[in-house]
């Protein structure tokens, strides 16, 4: 059995407001720093057989941070890079719901595709490809970490699940939150999903939260039942 845990990156100070996607140089603010640190330390007694990342800066810092005092050396793999969401990128979301293009998203995202990027699929299938290439590598006894992002995260949970890729926007990765899969011969069992440690307030609904009424009035405004595009900034 190989243990996948997935990590998705502290908060920046993009999250939740701008579509960051390949922008260069965003990395994680003061409290993205310290979800980053928190997480290391409810690590840090875990063996860990490797750790992997999105090349992205938010990302290798999060990983970084997993890894300090570790005798292992963070690999990067760009397979587990965000979404090259084209022209959207570095956009704000209030904006991008406006776009036709975000209904597709949240109803039917296999049939998404990013003007000057990639789509949605092409998406799935680099990263889940990435996951089955590092469990052959690693072997079926290994523990390891991939730090990567929202979407993408739910792209590969969705898969675990034996979701179409229509459904991965029932699924939510809040920053620094941590997923574990782990894969049998026969299938893969998820054991933990979008876990931020103890507290109990991201259970409840707050103004940043995504799951509830549906606008039936198509008017272009993020409403309740809109998936996070991006994975969103989280509730804690």
């Not at 993408?152 to 179409?164: Q, R």
């Not at 549906?214 to 969103?232: F, K, L, M, P, R």
């Amino acid at each position: 059995m190989t243990t996948l845990l997935l990590v998705r990156h502290g908060l920046t100070d993009l999250t939740g407001s701008v579509l960051a996607g390949w922008t260069p140089g965003v990395s994680l603010s003061e409290r993205g720093r310290t979800q980053v640190e928190e997480l290391a330390g409810r690590l840090r007694d875990l063996p860990l057989d490797a750790i992997v990342s999105s090349p992205l800066e938010r990302c290798r810092e999060t990983a970084e941070a997993v890894a300090r005092g570790r005798d292992l050396r963070v690999a990067v793999d760009e397979r587990f890079g965000e979404v090259g969401y084209g022209e959207w990128t570095g956009q704000r979301l209030e904006d991008l719901a406006k776009e036709p293009l975000w209904r597709v998203v949240q109803t039917h995202p296999s049939a998404a595709a990013f003007p000057g990027g990639e789509s949605l699929a092409a998406m799935q299938h680099r990263a889940v490809a990435a996951v089955r290439d590092w469990n052959a590598r690693l072997g079926e006894k290994a523990v390891y970490l991939v730090c990567s992002h929202g979407d993408v995260i739910k792209a590969i949970v969705a898969d675990a699940l034996g979701l179409h890729l229509d459904q991965f926007q029932r699924i939510t990765a809040d920053p620094a939150s941590l997923t574990v899969i782990r894969y049998t011969p026969l299938r893969p069992f998820v054991i933990r999903m979008n876990d931020v440690g103890g507290e109990m307030r991201n259970i409840l609904p707050s103004e940043s939260t995504n799951g509830g009424s549906v606008d039936q009035d198509g008017g272009g405004n993020i409403t309740e039942s809109d998936a996070a595009v991006g994975g969103g900034a989280g509730t804690t």
